[in-house]
């Protein structure tokens, strides 16, 4: 029943391309202001002030912690000191999850301390048990039912470095699948080698899932060092370790999507989003993820806004600081519900959430009528050393529950050649962003909102089925 | 008094090498042996499999701990696999110092962890306060008695990167000097950004010395983003932490210098002496500092061993693995007086103690008659990049004090560039070694040791007053 509808549906949205539509357009004022907006962005510091007073006064903000409810009110505070026209909230609320303390030790003859952390949504507990080395979460779960009883699972899979960061693919799903593969062999705990590309002691958290019928058990991820050291130890011999987190579920809490806004001169209740998450991981100060995002779009906004009234875009900017990424896009999935019957007000959305590396592509899919306006807008782009490509990243997470159901969207790519050296570790702190890079990313979006909320014409945005989602 | 009986010692010292002397020679054979050896060294693994075992069974071995004794085990055994003729142990004892637990919280609005480690010395406790940053330890040296009541002291200098490591010195005053100055100036705790070149949230510990008249306060090093952190945090406004540790010392503890010979050809009474410490800090796994010291030395000692015995060098190599240099020399120093009526025995040493970086100079301060010999060993390490130089560092820390009563030593500088990076800090473990330059240190230690082990003369190893130490 559902699969009918929904065919019935699709094939509603396949036609809805075919009806005549004039081309977007941008013209040469625009594309002249573009100009001068990218050159003044690239000489402003804004980016950097607001994504070091964010990590500084703020600091580590977990979804769901008392620095939470913190930066909401730095966020409300930024957008108003960098002279946005309409600053509100949004509530998103979510099961708050809370890591206390973590520990782990080889056990016997090479007692010696484990550097882990645990996994979002681990369970706590203290086991103890004799280690079982696979080389990869494939190999985990073709373990034997049961063959894991009173045994701590161990997946060593190392991730691929790459500009796009695809190894995060397979990376990840050892951090989310690999628990529930563990209990179903029959294991007591899981440990994994961290979804990282660097070689500091500093493990990488970031969200796992239990299948809903299974029983969770402690979950935590090694720095890379402390993998290395314990495949070695496994390599020589039995090796039993223990792990001992103090962590959990803990009621619900409820945060806030922070929204700014700069008003369109023409057609203000249009807008062009932008934004980043506003929460992190507790381990670092989230400058990487997602500091710079939030402050990439804040500032890019703000140097829009500060156009005269008559060179303003036709359209609104609205930047939004999304919640509680982390744990699940629960601040973009608030907003996608929520503005839901707006999806055509949404001109074009994208999302900063990959560091703060520099952008080198640009991608946009929208239908064939506003191909022009996006090339207009690419052209832009090109000076700061961006190219054009047909396929990109999509829009970000927090803007992808809004883009699958009908939001158009672009990527810009930022380098992640480095992002997985710091992602979800201590280590993500201010001193890793080079301002010269920020700067050319708050340049990128500026251009990017401006001229898209000054188009002439449309992206495409329009409601459609949501995808069906596991 | 002391001053005229030093006065007339040293003359008499100045005297000696006045005496006629024949020429210390290297002769073409040993020459040839040694240009085998240092090919046979590059392409061996011994030094990697030795620090490989050390850091991995074993592991971090903080002088004191029931790893230390393992670390004793490990070693005796390790010389006997490696075909060491006589393996032994001479006892070193010595106050113990202990880490329990050690953090730091900036407290108020913008409440967040700090990543610290208690410095080596320090006595545990709570303390809370406002911070007072000093950009020198000078600056806190002039602060006024009773300014810091209260507060806890921050010296935020920022050491400067060098192959040669000479940042150490002014970086490694602000954490022996740093505590003792701040309770001059009344201050309840003491922080300092950590004596290190990285940008990881990886603190570096290290010995701390309290002046006797004073009370001893909480010291620790803060990470160097956390250095920065806290220094963008003063300079918003008044920023009060809390530092709790719990460490301190506890009593006395026997360890053992760990020593195993190859056996020389026709002087087996005459050694030429190399090594490097066995303990470690506790944080890593003391892969740079020093099991690559151990490693280098032990396998130097193995290629030499494992010639037939018609091409052993004349003397003996001795090899040291030094009980606890960490905290103040106690291995090298229980050496020196345990050998000190053997000085004249002693050909020659030096030790490994700075990483395992490429070594790139080589040194040795000899009389006169002896600089022909020098040159020939310099001559069989150019081949390796190794220059000769005049002055170079000493004989590393553990030979410094035998060094001081007379030993002759040589030195082979190491590039230290990146060794400040992990020094003292949990990123001290084996993936930071380049087996290459590690097989390159072998080769030198080789060459070096089995040339002066066979040279026809000496190196000038001769009783001297010691220096008189502050």
């Known amino acids: 029943m559902r699969r009918t509808l929904l065919a019935a549906a699709l094939s509603l949205l396949v036609a809805l391309p075919l009806q005549a539509q004039q081309p977007t357009r941008i013209d040469d004022t625009a594309m002249a202001q573009a100009a001068t907006l990218r050159e003044r962005a690239l000489a402003d510091d804004t980016g950097w ?3 070091e007073s964010l990590t500084t006064e703020v600091g580590p903000r977990l979804a769901g912690s008392e620095a939470d409810a913190r930066a909401v009110e730095w966020a409300k505070a930024k957008f108003k000191a960098l002279g946005y026209d309409k600053v509100w909230t949004e509530p998103v609320t979510f099961p708050k999850w809370e890591r206390r303390s973590e520990s782990a030790r080889v056990l016997g003859a090479s007692a010696q301390a484990l550097h882990v952390t645990a996994l979002g949504g681990s369970p706590g507990g203290r086991v103890e048990g004799e280690v079982v080395r696979f080389a990869s979460l494939d190999d985990l779960q073709k373990a034997v039912p049961g063959s894991l009883a009173g045994k701590i699972a161990f997946v060593d899979y190392r991730m691929e470095r790459a500009r796009d960061g695809r190894g995060y693919g397979p990376g990840g799903r050892v951090r989310s699948a690999g628990p529930s593969a563990a209990i179903k062999a029959g294991a007591i705990g899981y440990v994994m080698r961290s979804a990282g590309t660097d070689s500091h002691r500093n493990p990488h958290t970031g969200m796992t899932r239990f299948d809903e019928s299974l029983t969770p058990i402690p979950s935590a991820a090694l720095s890379l060092p402390d993998a290395d050291q314990l495949a070695r130890l496994t390599a020589l011999g ?7 987190l103090d962590c ?9 999507n922070v929204i700014g806004e700069m008003t369109g001169r023409t057609k203000p209740h249009e807008v062009v989003v932008i934004g980043g998450h506003l929460d992190s991981w507790d381990l670092g100060t989230g400058a990487i993820d997602d500091g710079a995002g939030v402050a990439i779009s804040m500032a890019a906004g703000h140097l829009i806004g500060a156009l005269p009234q008559a060179k303003r875009p036709a359209r609104t900017i609205r930047v939004i600081a999304f919640a509680n990424e982390e744990q699940g896009l629960w601040g973009g999935r608030a907003y996608a519900q929520k503005h839901a019957a707006d999806i055509r007000k949404h001109q074009l959305g994208a999302e900063s959430d990959f560091g703060a590396g520099r952008i080198y592509a640009f991608a946009a899919k929208t239908p064939d009528y506003a191909k022009d306006a996006v090339a207009k807008i690419a052209q832009a782009l090109a000076p700061l ?4 490509r047909e396929d990109g990243d999509g829009c970000g997470p927090d803007l992808s529950p809004f883009n699958a159901i009908g939001m158009a969207c672009a990527g810009l790519s930022q380098d992640g050649t480095d992002y997985f050296d710091l992602h979800h570790t201590p280590d993500d702190t201010l001193d890793k962003i080079d301002p010269k890079a920020l700067a050319q990313n708050v340049a990128a979006y500026t251009v990017f909102a401006f001229l898209a909320a000054d188009a002439d014409g449309d992206f495409g945005s329009a409601p459609k089925v949501p995808e069906v989602r596991k």
Chains 1, 2 share one sequence.
């Open 49 to 51: 002030k607001v994504v």
């Open 238 to 244: 039995a090796t039993r370790i223990s792990l001992q």
């Open 248 to 256: 959990g579920w803990d009621g619900e809490y409820t945060s806030q």
């Open 385 to 388: 050393g961006i190219e054009h």
